[in-house]
């Protein structure tokens, strides 16, 4: 029987991190050399040359770095916005053009006027004509394109994912204590039942891209070893968080399915954002030294990792919107609200991912460096301020880099965490085989050391992998995204993450100071393993390529006055 | 559309930031992963180790879980300086190194491949703890002059076992008691000694301690000052007359018809109006002879015939100028006068005084090559099955005259068998001046008797004679431990 452990251990714990590279291979390979087309969804005449739209969202100018490139002296660099709604409808906006706008010959307001297909534009002194095209042509223009998931199947990727988990189980089986065995089994079961549910749920809505999917199911997977590991008598939990976070993922991806819908929620979501910290930094506890927890009939959660996902929702801007300061303005006030009640809270790890996802959204949305190194200024005398009013985060500061010399206080869970994750080696000790798990906040602000340990540096770096792969990804797509409203949800959703994961990761192992922030999907804690799922709708919301994701619907469903352009001459579009 | 991807730089920024971490990490990891793995994952490491001595009593165990040294309290303190501890607290034992390797860190595995090692020593431990049984109890002998002194900590009764010497340093009682201990009058004051002992036949060290030590499994007495350090590696001492034989090996090879050679001591003796003290009037004497009387006026005269360059040119030679190592522990160096110091100077360093200061190991080398007939077997004290490294140390005929000579020191100076009874002893005393009045004991030389070839140097610090406290605690140690193993054997 010894024996018989002994060969199952040894096989898993090998074969959990070959699973791993190729999840980790395919996965990348599948989301960053696939093709990725531009979908069509009008077309501009300038004289004879047919400039097709590819954006619900448009820039036209002069700049090289608008969408549609008119090169005359007379046009402004960036000089209107040509925008499609959900239901089809196009508006286009003077956005402080010095030649302005006509349609048909009527100035457009900066408010924008509608415009049809035929249509004329004026852009000072530069005409074009707009023409629309409608459901048909648009299903034979996208049939053109290339499908996600051809090259890189899906479903193989699953399947590995599938026998990485079972090789994790079985590791599990072997090691942890007999009375929870039949939980951690059942919990990984569950895993796998609902990661199969999902990708045919997605089949049969004949979706082909599952690749965020499978990324955040591994990084579950790994964070339901974490559990098994560290608190095996909560599998049940960790499992039914897994699928209320799924569900959450695909009730938002449902919810970005509409832009319009997205869109109108931004004002009630900073509201609630702003409600959900105001009722923390009033009612909360301290807890380890931050007070953010807050206790709802028995069960405890963490506001602040709901507010992320909530800031993103309003943070998030269409093209149109960008163009005019008072939002930008609004939302920096927002931000600032944000990030002094994570400093109130005493949360620093947190106030910092809202700061950088505050530079990164202000910057997508403006551009200008300039804002940015003010905010950072601003920031810089903030934290000096911070620092003197709260002395325990000017300790972490001091004991930064120099947690060897003080191994029994300050550097106490650095020093564990870097001696585990060392001692794991490349491969590992196998699954609940190590010591770390013992150390507070093991299974949260030191995974990637409890990972390194258990399952080895390779499993713990495919991890990173995984994350970086999604962010990777996600500026790929905002290439491609219809609404600038989902690039810019999507690259912060995955800058939050990543800044998450450097504070959690380098601030165990001594590279940045400890702040004790949670690894997305990994960490123990349920807030946050929502919010993560939550935040990979944005990035399915932002992934454009033909039939991949659920949150986008394919062009043909798109827009409801489609037999208006029935008279369409098909010619006109060749 | 393509100015939020141009704008999405901001995250191949923080993507960028995290890769380069991720590369920082894997940097120190290689560099580091070891210290950081084994400063707490020891326990977690199935690994065990055992350092044994050439007997097979095990000195150090070691598993996962817990750290040991020997079960006796004596045989653990008497070899503390062999084996160090796991803390390295000696800086130069084996034990912490050992340690490390033993548990097995690599980059690929981390500590995770589970070994069991075992390192085995030359050291006979039993002759360690006999050293440690007559060299802990010699005693400085109380100054008259030094006045009473506050005790730095309360009174306190000790249990002690001492032990009485006649005027000759013979043995003639022991007793254990308690002793109160009231005011520094009470205190005893132990001589911080050295001894080594090797095979000089074979280069194996046999033993080796370093007094005061520790008992590393001791938590609460506080080490005695200096307990930390190994006197025979780590430490230099002036050598007093025991240098004699290195004067009087450069003789040897620098001067003609040395047996016709005769040496004349009246008490003093004036180089450039400085007068060399001498214990006797010797009058005229025999190269042999000047030795075996360890006249101070011959041994200058000679250093001055050869001159500096020729003393420093020996000096340097017979390695006492520099770190030697013993199985990779580096021992300090050595001094002397290398820079042009004049002749009464020059006098003073030939017997062993002046800014003369050796380091107990590099005597032993000394003493072995002698033995050997001028072949020196560098000492080894781990048993890795390899030989020990073979060097011409120096000319055999060089070596016989030494062998000679300390032979004849011993029956017509120290007593012959009355003084070393079974041993066939050879040898050469020191009486080593530091300055305040004090003396350092030493006693170096080995047993010319092929079934126990051990050379040896002892050395007691402010010990007193070099003969009546080095050369009867050396006397009584040996026979004791040959006594014990011929016991052992029949």
Same mark, same amino acid.
């Given at each position: 029987m010894d024996m018989l452990i002994f060969y199952a251990m040894t096989t898993s714990r090998y074969a959990v991190i070959v699973m791993s590279v190729l999840i980790i291979v395919r996965c990348i390979r599948s989301m960053l050399s696939e093709r990725y087309e531009a979908e069509v969804w009008a077309y501009v005449y300038r004289g004879d040359e047919a400039i097709p739209v590819c954006h619900w969202e448009n820039l036209i100018g002069r700049?090289?770095?608008?969408d549609i490139r008119i090169d005359n002296r $007379?046009?402004? *660099?960036?000089?209107a916005v040509l925008v499609r709604s959900d239901t089809g409808e196009w508006r286009i906006f003077?956005? /402080?053009?010095?030649g302005g706008v006509w349609v048909n010959g009527m100035k457009v307001s900066p408010y924008g006027a509608q415009i049809h297909s035929g249509d004329s534009i004026n852009l000072a002194g530069n005409f074009l004509r707009f023409l629309d095209i409608n459901r048909y042509h648009r299903s034979l223009l996208d049939a053109q394109r290339t499908e996600a998931g051809? *090259?890189?199947e899906p479903f193989i990727t699953l399947m590995y994912l599938t026998v990485f988990e079972v090789f994790l189980m079985i590791e599990h089986m072997c090691t942890a204590e007999g009375q929870f065995v039949k939980a951690i089994c059942l919990a990984f079961l569950g895993l796998i039942c609902l990661q199969w549910l999902c990708y045919h749920l997605m089949r049969f809505i004949? *979706? $082909?891209?599952?690749e965020v999917e499978t990324l955040a199911f591994y990084l579950s997977a790994l964070g339901m070893s974490v559990a098994a590991t560290s608190?095996?008598?909560?599998m049940f939990k960790q499992l039914l968080l897994t699928i209320v976070g799924v569900a959450l993922f695909l009730l938002s991806g449902w919810w970005f399915r509409s832009l319009k819908r997205s869109s109108a929620a931004r004002t009630p979501m900073a509201i609630l954002a702003i409600l959900l910290l105001g009722v923390n930094v009033v009612t909360s506890d301290a807890v380890f030294g931050a007070r953010n927890w807050l206790e709802i009939g028995g069960y405890s959660f963490q506001p602040s990792e709901f507010v992320k996902v909530l800031y993103i929702f309003a943070g998030a801007s269409t093209l149109d919107r960008l163009y005019r300061r008072n939002e930008l303005y609004s939302f920096i006030g927002f931000s600032a609200l944000c990030v002094v009640a994570m400093a109130l809270i005493g949360d620093f790890g947190t106030a910092l991912i809202f700061f950088v996802s505050f530079l990164v959204i202000s910057f997508m949305r403006s551009g200008s460096i300039a804002t940015v190194l003010l905010a950072v200024s601003g920031a810089g005398l903030a934290g000096v301020l911070a620092v003197t009013v709260k002395p325990y985060i000017a300790q972490r500061f001091a004991i930064w880099g120099h947690v060897w010399e003080d191994i029994y206080d300050k550097g106490y869970q650095q020093t564990r965490a870097m001696s585990a994750a060392a001692s794991g080696?490349?491969? @590992?000790? @196998?699954?609940?085989?190590?010591?770390?798990?013992?150390?507070?906040?093991a299974n949260t602000d030191m995974v990637f050391a409890l990972v390194s340990e258990d399952l080895g540096m390779i499993v713990a770096v495919c991890m990173v992998l995984a994350v970086l792969a999604l962010a990777f990804f996600a500026m790929r797509s905002a290439r491609h995204a219809r609404s600038a409203y989902y690039a810019i949800a999507a690259c912060t959703a995955m800058s939050m993450l990543l800044v998450q994961l450097s504070l959690n990761v380098f601030g165990s192992l001594d590279i940045?100071? /400890?702040? @004790?922030v949670t690894f997305p /999907?990994? $960490?123990? @804690?349920g807030s946050s393993l929502l919010s993560c799922w939550m935040m990979m709708a944005f990035v399915k919301s932002a992934?454009?390529?033909?039939?991949?994701?659920?949150a986008v619907k394919t062009p043909e469903r798109t827009g409801i006055y489609e037999d208006e352009f029935d008279e369409f001459d098909e010619e006109d579009i060749e | 559309m393509k100015k939020i991807r141009n704008r999405s730089v901001s995250l191949l920024i923080i993507a960028f930031l995290v890769i380069c971490g991720m590369i920082v990490y894997v940097l120190r990891y290689v560099d580091d992963g070891k210290e950081w793995a084994l400063y707490f994952s020891r326990s977690n490491s199935g690994s065990t180790g055992q350092l044994l001595d050439r007997?097979?009593? +095990?000195l150090a165990y070691f598993s996962g879980f817990e750290n040991r040294f020997a079960d006796d309290a004596t045989t653990r303190t008497a070899n503390y300086h062999v084996t160090g501890d796991y803390w390295n607290r000696t800086g130069n034992g084996f034990l912490a190194e050992y340690w490390d390797e033993a %548990?097995?860190?690599? &980059?690929?595995t981390g500590t995770t491949q589970a070994e069991h090692s075992q390192m085995l020593l030359n050291i006979d431990s039993t002759l360690n703890n006999i050293m440690y049984k007559h060299l802990s109890v010699l005693e400085i002998p109380i100054d008259e002059d030094e006045s009473l002194t506050e005790l730095p900590f309360e009174p306190h009764t000790v249990h002690q076992w001492r032990v009485a010497v006649d005027g000759?340093?013979?043995?003639i009682e022991e007793s254990e008691k308690d002793v109160l201990i009231a005011n520094s009058w009470d205190r005893p004051r132990f001589c911080n000694s050295a001894m080594m002992v090797c095979?000089?036949? +074979?280069?194996? &060290? &046999?033993g080796m301690i370093s007094l005061p030590?520790?008992? !590393? %499994?001791? +938590?609460?007495t506080p080490p005695a000052e200096?307990?930390?350090?190994?006197r025979c590696l780590s430490a230099s001492f002036t050598?007093?007359?025991?240098?004699k034989l290195v004067t009087a090996a450069a003789t040897i090879e620098n001067t003609d018809q040395l047996s016709e050679k005769r040496y004349y001591c009246e008490d003093e003796y004036y180089i450039a109006g400085v007068p060399i003290v001498c +214990?006797?009037?010797?009058y005229n004497q025999s190269f042999e002879l000047a030795m075996a009387n360890s006249c101070n006026v011959a041994f200058a005269q000679m250093a001055v015939k050869l001159g500096q360059d020729t003393m420093v040119n020996y000096v340097k030679q017979y390695g006492f100028l520099d770190k030697q190592s013993l199985d990779g522990i580096p021992t300090v160096a050595g001094s002397y006068p290398t820079e042009f110091v004049g002749d009464p100077e020059l006098g003073w360093s030939g017997i062993g005084q002046s800014t003369d200061l050796v380091c107990p190991y590099a005597m032993l080398r000394f003493v072995c090559a002698i033995a050997n007939d001028g072949v020196l &077997?560098? !000492?080894? %004290?781990?048993?890795?099955?390899k030989a020990p490294k073979a060097e011409r140390f120096m000319e055999a005929s060089t070596a016989r005259k030494l062998q000679e000579m300390m032979s004849y020191n011993v029956s017509y100076s120290y007593g012959g068998e009355h003084t070393f009874p079974g041993l066939n002893m050879c040898a050469k005393t020191g009486t080593a001046e530091?300055?305040?009045g004090d003396t350092h004991a030493w006693f170096v030389g080995f047993l010319d008797d092929e079934e126990h070839p051990y050379a040896f140097v002892t050395m007691v610090e402010r010990g007193g004679g070099g003969l009546y406290v080095a050369g009867n605690t050396t006397s009584r140690i040996l026979q004791e431990y040959i006594g014990n193993s011929e016991g052992a054997d029949e």
């Open positions: 700049s090289l770095s608008v $007379s046009m402004s *660099r960036v000089h003077d956005i /402080f053009s010095k051809l *090259r890189v004949n *979706r $082909s891209g599952f608190t095996p008598e909560d080696g490349l491969f @590992g000790k @196998g699954a609940g085989e190590g010591w770390l798990k013992d150390i507070f906040a940045l100071p /400890f702040t @004790g /999907f990994v $960490s123990r @804690g992934d454009n390529r033909k039939n991949a994701s659920f | 007997n097979g009593v +095990t %548990m097995g860190f690599d &980059l690929i000759e340093g013979k043995l095979n000089y036949r +074979t280069g194996e &060290l &046999l030590t520790v008992d !590393p %499994m001791d +938590t609460e200096g307990a930390y350090i190994n050598p007093g007359s025991v240098f +214990t006797h009037s010797h &077997l560098e !000492p080894k %004290m781990i048993n890795d099955g530091i300055g305040d």
